[in-house]
């Protein structure tokens, strides 16, 4: 039998009933047991009493009771961290103290495992223990291919505090992207609301939102409301844009579906942005050619958030990753150019 684990509902995994997030998790429980589990109060979340049908929001902790040992999680997730990975997460931490560690996640890692991840920052963390005796844990997460700030909990404290203020919206984070074309206006919001498109499977690698106007979100079934905040720093001509973007909300693939949505996807984006054509600044593409980086260019720029023991507010920067870096270099901007909080007095 497994042990008693608690797993946090991730960015790109809420809006979803208890038993479709548990069988992705877990895709060789079979339903029986999952309902099983919640009638006798095994299966909880926050810790409460759920059912299967249940629904699962950002940034809840999942408490998951010892599993048989034919149908435990992938044993990868188990596996040692080899000694290029471990020297590799560790230095990627760029902020640490005895509750919180944050590290500039590279763009290409996953957060978790899953279908085709076997290699994953959740089963790095042991490698982040440094001078505690458990391992941290993940309170939210990023998209694989994308870079920057990701939050860790030293403590269970810690992470309760965190996860709570991630639900309720209490941390302001900063995006920094490449997009094709211009945005007009300069400065604005983004309200579509999101459903996923049917026909997708069940892994969440496939999973695609589809944006909703406004005013159909509240009679198109499953669709959720959303809100990203942007705003154009520097543009070149009409080919590309450098964007800062502050979702409201923390829906799936939300500020990729949004950028796309309003006409200017973000550059090396081919789930939203088309199938890798190149943007000449009058049509559709997320490819700008020549020695641009065919990468997805969205990165976790700034965090700021309430620490969950001093009550201070912490703020976090993380660096671009190379392939930005150098797409910044050849446009001549420098990270100096554009202010910590473009949108603090929106």
Request: charge should be positive.
């Amino acid at each position: 039998m497994s042990r008693v684990q608690t797993v946090i509902v991730g960015e790109d995994e809420g809006d979803q009933r208890l038993d479709r997030w548990f069988k992705k998790r877990f895709p060789h429980i079979p339903q029986g047991l999952v309902q099983k589990m919640c009638r006798k109060g095994d299966l909880r979340v926050d810790g409460g009493r759920v059912k299967p049908v249940t629904r699962v929001e950002v940034g809840q902790s999942v408490r998951i009771p010892p599993l048989p040992d034919n149908q435990a999680p992938p044993p990868e997730a188990k596996t040692r961290v080899s000694d290029a990975d471990r020297k590799m997460i560790q230095a990627c931490v760029i902020y640490k103290d005895d509750h919180v560690i944050a590290i500039n996640k590279p763009a290409g890692l996953a957060t978790q495992g899953g279908t085709g991840h076997t290699r994953h920052v959740d089963g790095m963390c042991e490698a982040l223990k440094f001078d505690m005796d458990e391992k941290p844990r993940l309170v939210h997460r990023l998209d694989k291919d994308t870079s920057g700030v990701l939050l860790l909990a030293r403590t269970r404290t810690a992470a309760q505090s965190l996860t709570a203020s991630l639900r309720h919206r209490e941390t302001r984070k900063i995006y920094w992207a490449l997009v094709a074309g211009v945005p007009t206006p300069y400065v604005g919001e983004v309200k579509y609301g999101l459903v996923k498109a049917g026909g997708r499977g069940g892994s969440g690698e496939g999973e695609k939102m589809i944006a909703v106007h406004p005013r159909d979100v509240d009679k198109t079934v499953g669709a959720k409301r959303a809100s990203t905040l942007y705003a154009t720093l520097y543009r070149v001509a009409s080919r590309a844009a450098w964007v800062a973007m502050e979702p409201l909300t923390g829906r799936t693939h939300q500020l990729r579906a949004h950028m796309a949505e309003i006409g200017h996807p973000i550059i090396g984006d081919g789930k939203y942005g088309g199938s890798g054509q190149e943007n000449m600044g009058d049509g559709w593409g997320a490819q700008l050619g020549g020695v641009i980086s065919k990468k997805l260019h969205l990165h976790a720029r700034h965090m700021r958030f309430e620490h969950p023991i001093t009550r201070k507010e912490i703020k976090v920067t993380a660096e671009l990753p190379e392939h930005m870096e150098n797409s910044w270099d050849t446009f001549g901007w420098t990270n100096d150019l554009a202010s910590e909080d473009p949108f603090e007095n929106i």
